[in-house]
């Protein structure tokens, strides 16, 4: 292979050009904009969202803003897995208020409800409830979020669903980003559709949906001169951006179905090799599969991973370890921690264990043969 095979790249569809060149056409480039509009319509349509979709700068910032709805402030606390990225959490120290980080559990990868139930029943006892819940789904498959949610509704505890990497998948026949009292997307350039950078806040509430927007462009307030009342953020995606979007969304199902495809294929070509195992499929849950994950049964290590990564770099294929937990970044050093098993944590022996495969949905079929038989190679 010349080109090198990455992880997950931009796949533009027949109608991104369109939109951005209407913008262009008509010097509508920026703020907002009829692609703007247009592009939250899909999204919440597409969702189901009934309260709509606020279009926004970034994942990160559609994060920032849930936390603001849900009031979060200084010295709140929000619980949140251990296994994700760092994006879903740093907006919680944005506002001043302090992560408690909960284990995966093994079928879904994702926040343990054991773990979390021990995590509530602990903060009850020491009148430190959570003012908020991030849940992720991480890769593309979706939490437990009938257990999740049967713990949290006993405490009234509202949710928050860092649907970034989830776009596209269902849980029980239901979209992902309405399992939460808000949800958020990314379209970051390698999620499963991108804006180049942007993302979005939904709910089924609308009062959310406009007040985020509100918040997002400086707090105006309502006047014939600039005047503001609250602190206000710069955090909406500009016409150009969301042109992309709108072009994006619709080939979305399109992209979710070749996302399964390759994931498909990596398993049955690997179901021979007793060491290898894919990322778990759940009941009922209908994943996107962002990125094709599996973890190594011979592998215990993140330094014997980092040496798999560089033999497939040797090939020209990007591959990637899975997150590492955010309670064992330098960051979060003093950071509380609950654990699925008492004493031992399922997100730790994912990331020693874990690798993520070349996923994009523009990946040809002789480029995925390709890294099979890399993978088959290295691997024996
Ligand atoms: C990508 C990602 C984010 C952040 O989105 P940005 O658009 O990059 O700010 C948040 N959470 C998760 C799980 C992500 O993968």
Not at 9 to 27: C, I, L, T
Not at 72 to 101: C, E, H, M, W
Not at 264 to 284: D, G, L, Q
Not at 334 to 350: G, I, M, N, R
Request: charged share 20%; proline share 5%.
């Amino acid at each position: 292979m010349n080109s090198r095979i990455l992880l997950s790249s931009p796949h533009m569809g027949e109608n991104e050009r369109k939109y951005v060149k209407k913008a262009f056409d008509d010097n509508w480039i920026a703020p907002l904009g009829e692609n703007v509009d247009k592009f939250e319509e899909s999204i919440a349509e597409y969702v189901g969202a009934e309260g709509g979709a606020a279009a926004l700068s970034s994942g990160t910032a559609a994060i920032h803003l849930a936390l603001k709805m849900l009031n979060v402030g200084r010295d709140d606390i929000v619980f949140a897995p251990t296994f994700t990225f760092i994006a879903s959490v740093n907006p919680i120290l944005y506002q001043g208020a302090k992560p408690v980080f909960i284990d995966s559990e093994p079928d879904t990868w994702n926040m343990s409800p054991r773990a979390l139930k021990r995590a509530l029943v602990d903060a009850e006892r020491n009148n430190q409830l959570p003012k908020a819940i991030i849940v992720v789904n991480l890769y593309g498959q979706m939490a437990k979020y009938d257990e999740i949610i049967a713990l949290t509704s006993k405490y009234n505890i509202p949710i928050i669903e860092d649907a970034a990497e989830s776009l596209g998948s269902t849980y029980k026949g239901k979209q992902s980003g309405n399992f939460g009292n808000i949800g958020i997307f990314s379209f970051n350039g390698n999620k499963i559709i991108t804006t180049s950078g942007g993302g979005a806040l939904v709910s089924s509430d609308q009062s959310f949906v406009k007040k985020s927007r509100f918040l997002a462009t400086q707090a105006r307030d309502e006047a014939p001169y600039y005047q503001h009342s609250e602190i206000g953020y710069n955090y909406r995606l500009s016409n150009i951006s969301a042109g992309i979007g709108r072009g994006q969304m619709e080939v979305l199902p399109d992209r979710v179905e070749k996302r399964r495809t390759i994931f498909e294929r990596y398993k049955n070509e690997f179901s021979a090799m007793p060491s290898i195992e894919m990322m778990p499929e759940v009941a009922e849950m209908m994943p996107n599969r962002w990125l094709s994950t599996l973890t190594f049964n011979d592998i215990t290590n993140i330094n014997e991973v980092v040496d798999v990564i560089s033999k497939f770099n040797e090939k020209n294929i990007e591959t990637r370890a899975l997150w590492k937990p955010l309670h064992l970044q330098p960051l979060f050093i003093d950071t509380p921690v609950y654990f699925h098993e008492e004493t031992s944590s399922v997100a730790e022996k994912l990331f020693n264990s874990g690798l993520c495969l070349p996923s994009g949905s523009n990946m040809s079929d002789v480029q995925q043969e390709y890294v099979i038989n890399v993978f088959k190679n290295i691997v024996s």
